[in-house]
């Protein structure tokens, strides 16, 4: 794996938007209503947040109205921000990079870098990893992490597998170089390309373009029905996958750290589903105290999960002590981190809604 040690180089706060139309998976009529609160009560989803369907709110509209109330409880001057990385797999178009249009419509300074990350569950972790080391050198001093998805749009509507847990959320983290007060940020990357095809949107890039037949609508196993323009998941597969690898990543990083692992005062996993992080919780051995959970108001929000937990479940915390964290996101590549953190006086704004 790939590790990260990241110094001077401090996390000052983070913010989160969600959509305000709530999908209830109550109101579901894909199963029975018996079966229905069974696979509910499982997978720990009862509603989530989702956006319009058609175009009125992208994902890069939450998080610039994230990243506006952060910059303005931050009292930031805009034109000290050189690095904007925004990490996304629903962009507002295939080109330009969506961080150009972000860099305009938030005012930054033209000398500011942005670009655009196609990373999903992971992508916290990865664009933290990124910002992060552009930073480090003090060249740059203060930088926008921006992480969301509106993965809703990929959800079948007669797909149990995914329907019931797609959320969609943006969010803002705002880093700056700071030797005297920083952040202890640790990080674990790995990739295993060789399991694409358990989290994949067949159709609709440049290798299966759009065609007629990307419309057309098919069986799968029981409960699940879909085209090529929506997410097609193997549960079981995502599932091994996390349950193998999720834990023994955390192992492998406390290890060469040296992270005492008695000290830790909360373990963030991402909000993949209920059934799938008590598996890994457990296996971990940490309390359920110690385990912090929104999945049931906001379900699987992708990259955004861990920070939107932050902001959720956390702020009255983060905001006025020191906290040692472990934290991960893992999914679609397949790709996978983990990470700990060590951070204090965080500036964390309300939840906001779009």
Same mark, same amino acid.
């Given at each position: 794996?790939?590790?990260?040690?990241?110094?001077?180089?401090?996390?000052?706060?983070?913010? =989160?938007?969600?959509?305000?139309?709530?999908? $209830?998976?109550?109101?579901?009529?894909?199963?029975?209503?018996?079966?229905? $609160?069974?696979?509910?009560?499982?997978?720990? &989803?009862?509603?989530?947040?989702?956006?319009?369907?058609?175009?009125? &709110?992208?994902?890069?509209?939450?998080?610039?109205?994230? =990243?506006?109330?952060?910059?303005? !409880?931050?009292?930031?001057?805009?034109?000290?921000?050189? =690095?904007?990385?925004?990490?996304?797999?629903?962009?507002?178009?295939?080109?330009? @990079?969506?961080?150009?249009?972000?860099?305009?419509?938030?005012?930054?300074?033209?000398?500011?870098? @942005?670009?655009?990350?196609? /990373?999903?569950?992971?992508?916290?972790?990865?664009?933290?990893?990124?910002?992060?080391?552009?930073?480090?050198? #003090?060249n740059i001093k203060k930088g926008l992490l921006l992480v969301g998805?509106?993965?809703?749009?990929?959800?079948?509507?007669?797909?149990?597998?995914?329907?019931?847990?797609?959320?969609?959320? #943006?969010?803002?983290? =705002? &880093?700056?170089?700071?030797?005297?007060?920083?952040?202890?940020?640790?990080?674990? /990357?790995?990739?295993?390309?060789?399991?694409?095809?358990?989290?994949?949107?067949?159709?609709? #890039?440049?290798?299966?373009?759009?065609?007629?037949?990307?419309?057309?609508?098919?069986?799968?196993?029981?409960?699940?029905?879909?085209?090529?323009?929506?997410?097609?998941?193997?549960g079981m597969e995502v599932f091994s996958f996390a349950i193998s690898?999720?834990?023994?990543?955390?192992? !492998? /990083?406390?290890?060469?750290?040296?992270?005492?692992?008695?000290?830790?005062?909360?373990?963030?996993?991402?909000?993949?589903?209920?059934?799938?992080? !008590?598996?890994?919780?457990?296996?971990?051995?940490?309390?359920?105290?110690?385990?912090?959970?929104?999945?049931?108001?906001?379900?699987?929000?992708?990259?955004?999960?861990?920070?939107?937990?932050?902001?959720?479940?956390?702020?009255?915390?983060?905001s006025e002590r020191k906290l040692n964290i472990l934290f991960t996101?893992?999914?679609? #590549?397949?790709?996978?981190?983990?990470?700990?953190?060590?951070?204090?006086?965080?500036?964390?704004?309300?939840?906001?809604?779009?």
């Open positions: 794996m790939a590790f990260f040690d990241i110094r001077n180089i401090r996390i000052a706060g983070l913010s =989160a938007c969600v959509p305000n139309t709530i999908n $209830d998976n109550r109101d579901s009529s894909l199963l029975p209503k018996e079966e229905l $609160d069974k696979y509910i009560e499982t997978i720990g &989803v009862v509603r989530k947040h989702w956006v319009r369907h058609d175009g009125s &709110v992208c994902t890069s509209d939450l998080c610039i109205k994230a =990243a506006t109330k952060l910059l303005d !409880e931050l009292q930031w001057n805009k034109e000290e921000i050189e =690095a904007l990385v925004f990490v996304c797999q629903t962009p507002d178009y295939k080109m330009p @990079a969506t961080a150009c249009i972000i860099q305009d419509r938030l005012g930054l300074p033209t000398s500011c870098m @942005a670009f655009d990350i196609n /990373l999903g569950c992971s992508g916290f972790m990865y664009g933290l990893s990124v910002i992060s080391s552009l930073l480090s050198s #003090g998805n509106t993965q809703s749009y990929y959800a079948s509507p007669e797909d149990k597998s995914y329907y019931f847990i797609a959320g969609d959320a #943006g969010s803002a983290i =705002a &880093v700056e170089y700071n030797q005297e007060n920083p952040s202890l940020i640790q990080l674990s /990357l790995k990739t295993m390309g060789n399991g694409k095809d358990f989290l994949i949107v067949p159709d609709g #890039g440049y290798r299966n373009p759009v065609s007629p037949s990307s419309f057309e609508m098919r069986d799968f196993e029981d409960g699940v029905r879909r085209n090529n323009l929506h997410l097609h998941m193997n690898n999720v834990p023994k990543a955390f192992k !492998e /990083l406390i290890t060469y750290f040296n992270i005492e692992k008695a000290n830790i005062d909360y373990l963030l996993l991402h909000q993949a589903n209920k059934f799938l992080c !008590e598996k890994i919780r457990k296996k971990m051995g940490f309390d359920i105290e110690k385990t912090p959970y929104n999945i049931q108001e906001f379900g699987n929000t992708s990259g955004t999960s861990v920070p939107l937990l932050m902001v959720t479940n956390m702020h009255k915390q983060l996101g893992f999914g679609v #590549g397949l790709s996978l981190g983990v990470g700990y953190m060590k951070i204090e006086n965080l500036i964390i704004p309300e939840l906001l809604y779009y």
